[in-house]
């Protein structure tokens, strides 16, 4: 049985509560929120006992081998050095950390403990985009050279989540972190990107529109494109669509989650939705379940002592594209992720 404290009770925290209470071999012993509110009001829901306002004092007391960090990323460096300094494995939500200075600090401090650091980078593992990585990885249409990966949407995401209106980045760092991982986990890390930006929402300091071509390794090129102000019906929020060209054929991932894969020998439909978990809710089931989907692959990497696909180190790489997405937009030029 592995032992599991959370640290942060807040709006996306609960679904990682289910996903862990639906694991048999998985027990949350702990809870740790500075709001001492809602901290009872998340401790009573789920029959926690155990319930800290100081992370530090719940380090301190232990009786937990990993902690789930799913606090704002402000908070996420000390939270993540404290771990690493009590000896335990780490899931971390994103981003991941506010300076990529951060992010090296804190994978460093859990490899020198010996232990698991993995980010909770949670749109690669919905079960739809599974489906199209793994279809891709078998060789479904031979060697991928073009991809476009995109979210593009007019939801009102800043009801539920105020903060987002508020900060000088939005969608690259919020949504777009996300998309560019996606398009890592198909094609491969980039030598080069450029991206531009643009603020449509008058309401909002942030981008909430960005479009960004890559230039892979591998030789393959996509485009990630994002926004949260594109109106269209039906609206197809939140729903990642992605179509790549290979070799042997064609993919297309459209929307009502149907997976296409066409062929010189024809053409496979396959509806891919997500399962309607017990504890989830239309639209947001897709990603409630990848919540459930990374726990798993999580809690397999500790027993087999793998290195989870999305450790820490590997996610260096997705926020190096960040901050090169942003350099270029603000610099009007093609950056090398790797001058980071």
């Known amino acids: 049985m592995l032992k599991i404290a959370l640290i942060g009770c807040g709006f996306f925290a609960q679904n990682q509560l289910h996903g862990w209470e639906d694991l048999e071999s998985v027990e949350v012993v702990a809870l740790c929120d500075r709001d001492?509110?809602?901290?009872?009001?998340?401790?009573?829901?789920?029959?926690?006992?155990?319930?800290?306002?100081?992370?530090?004092e719940m380090f301190a007391e232990g009786g937990f081998g990993a902690v789930d960090i799913a606090t704002t990323v402000s908070s996420h460096r000390a939270l993540v050095e404290m771990a690493a300094d009590a000896g335990l494995h780490v899931i971390?939500?994103?981003p991941f950390a506010q300076t990529l200075t951060?992010?090296?600090?804190?994978?460093?401090?859990?490899?020198?403990?010996?232990?698991?650091l993995m980010v909770h980078?949670?749109?690669?593992?919905?079960?739809?985009?599974?489906?199209?990585?793994?279809?891709?990885?078998?060789?479904a249409i031979g060697t991928p050279f073009f991809g476009r990966v995109s979210f593009r949407s007019a939801y009102d995401v800043f009801s539920g989540q105020p903060y987002l209106a508020e900060g000088e980045r939005f969608i690259i760092e919020d949504l777009g972190i996300h998309i560019l991982d996606i398009s890592?986990?198909?094609f491969g890390d980039v030598d080069r990107i450029t991206a531009t930006t643009r603020r449509v929402n008058p309401r909002i300091r942030g981008e909430?529109?960005?479009?960004?071509?890559?230039?892979?390794?591998?030789?393959?090129t996509s485009v990630v494109d994002c926004s949260y102000a594109?109106?269209?019906?039906?609206?197809?929020?939140?729903?990642?669509?992605?179509?790549?060209?290979?070799?042997?054929?064609?993919?297309?991932?459209?929307?009502?989650?149907?997976?296409?894969?066409?062929?010189?020998?024809?053409?496979?439909?396959?509806?891919?939705?997500?399962?309607?978990?017990?504890?989830?809710?239309?639209?947001?089931?897709?990603?409630q379940e990848s919540v459930a989907i990374i726990q798993r692959h999580f809690t397999e990497c500790l027993r087999t002592g793998i290195q989870p696909e999305t450790s820490g180190r590997d996610n260096l790489?997705?926020?190096?594209?960040?901050?090169?997405?942003?350099?270029s937009a603000a610099e009007a030029r093609i950056v090398d992720p790797g001058e980071l």
């Open 208 to 220: 909430d529109v960005a479009t960004m071509l890559l230039s892979h390794a591998s030789g393959a």
């Open 230 to 287: 594109t109106r269209r019906m039906p609206e197809t929020f939140p729903e990642t669509l992605i179509e790549i060209d290979g070799t042997e054929g064609a993919l297309r991932l459209d929307a009502g989650y149907r997976l296409t894969i066409q062929k010189r020998g024809g053409t496979e439909t396959r509806d891919v939705s997500p399962p309607l978990l017990p504890w989830a809710e239309k639209p947001w089931h897709n990603i």
């Open 317 to 327: 790489q997705t926020l190096a594209l960040v901050e090169a997405a942003y350099r």
């Open 102 to 116: 951060d992010a090296r600090h804190m994978v460093e401090a859990v490899e020198r403990a010996g232990k698991t």
């Open 184 to 186: 890592r986990a198909l």
């Open 36 to 56: 001492r509110n809602r901290l009872d009001a998340v401790g009573d829901a789920f029959r926690i006992a155990r319930r800290y306002t100081d992370a530090a």
């Open 121 to 139: 980078e949670n749109f690669r593992w919905q079960s739809p985009v599974r489906a199209v990585i793994e279809a891709l990885r078998g060789g």
């Open 92 to 94: 971390c939500q994103k």
